[in-house]
């Protein structure tokens, strides 16, 4: 058999199960089952593929046609610049939180070294992406999962960043050391009561998702220690739900935060509020 029958096959079975990435699926799935680039799996179609290459691809396969998330097959996924590390217990880093790195980038100078505080760390992909830009910060992140603070630490280590972070397994409730100019977050906020209604939890960290009823339980914890954390002036970058502006903005208000700009995501979903503590 060569690569390019082992792919029609791959194609096959992903179509049967009406997984509309079938064919980048199943070639980003075959590549790494190979060790190879996708660019170099299209180049050599006509290689043949050896038994347990096959079987490794079909293994693979057989887990995404039961909807299992591709980056968690695969065990990285790009995010901002840079590749990351992950697996089940983080969520898989999205699109629309790049939009933290961007605002935190555009608050912080190029030279500045600034004290930043990241409440729910997960992979790291967040902190770690600003740190790599901003060569002059230094950070503390907490996290109340241990599985979770292991990969955060390997990613911090792989983009070269671990010696200017520190990590603590803490609930956020229980963190009281320091003050910052800034205090990044992007917390659970789905209303628990819709979590069975989405794609990929069964797969996805409950515990990164559920934000509790109305699911701003999390977030009012994150602003109200975010109030007494972050020094006059400093800024908190929090991401929140498409339908949770004016709840947010009000609990951000009641804790003495002025409301900079609201950011929407591509889809045009309120995504990201940058707020300034002003007493």
């Keep these: 058999m060569n690569l390019l029958q082992a792919l029609q096959n791959g194609y096959k079975h992903l179509k049967e199960k009406k997984i509309n990435s079938y064919k980048i699926d199943s070639e980003l799935l075959l590549s790494e089952s190979l060790n190879i680039s996708k660019e170099e799996l299209i180049l050599n179609l006509n290689k043949s593929i050896s038994f347990q290459k096959y079987a490794d691809f079909l293994s693979k396969i057989h887990r995404r046609k039961l909807n299992e998330p591709i980056a968690y097959i695969l065990k990285k996924k790009e995010f901002w610049r840079n590749e990351f590390y992950i697996n089940k217990n983080v969520l898989i880093p999205r699109p ?8 935190a980038l555009n608050i912080i100078h190029k030279n500045q ?3 930043i505080l990241e409440i729910g760390i997960g992979s790291g992909c967040l902190i770690t992406s600003i740190l790599k830009e901003r060569k002059n910060c230094s950070a503390i992140a ?13 990613n911090a280590k792989l983009h070269h ?34 979590l069975k209604y989405l794609g990929v939890s069964e797969y996805e960290p409950l515990k990164a998702l559920n934000g ?17 954390l972050l020094k006059i002036n400093g800024k908190l970058i929090i991401e929140i739900g498409s339908n949770q502006k004016y ?33």
């Design 212 to 228: 509790g009823t109305n699911g701003t339980e999390v977030l009012m914890k994150v602003v109200f220690k975010a109030s007494q």
């Design 96 to 103: 629309e939180t790049e939009h933290l790195v961007e605002e």
């Design 113 to 115: 070294g600034k004290k």
């Design 142 to 154: 907490i996290d109340c999962c241990k599985k979770s603070i292991k990969i955060a630490k390997i």
């Design 161 to 194: 960043v671990i010696n200017r972070i520190k990590i603590f397994k803490t609930d956020v409730d229980n963190f009281n050391t320091g003050k910052y100019d800034l205090i990044i977050s992007n917390p659970p906020y789905i209303d628990k009561h819709q």
């Design 247 to 279: 709840k947010v903005i009000e609990i951000l208000k009641r804790n003495s935060f002025f409301i900079n700009k609201l950011i929407k995501d591509l889809a045009k979903h309120d995504r990201c509020l940058v707020s300034t503590k002003i007493k």
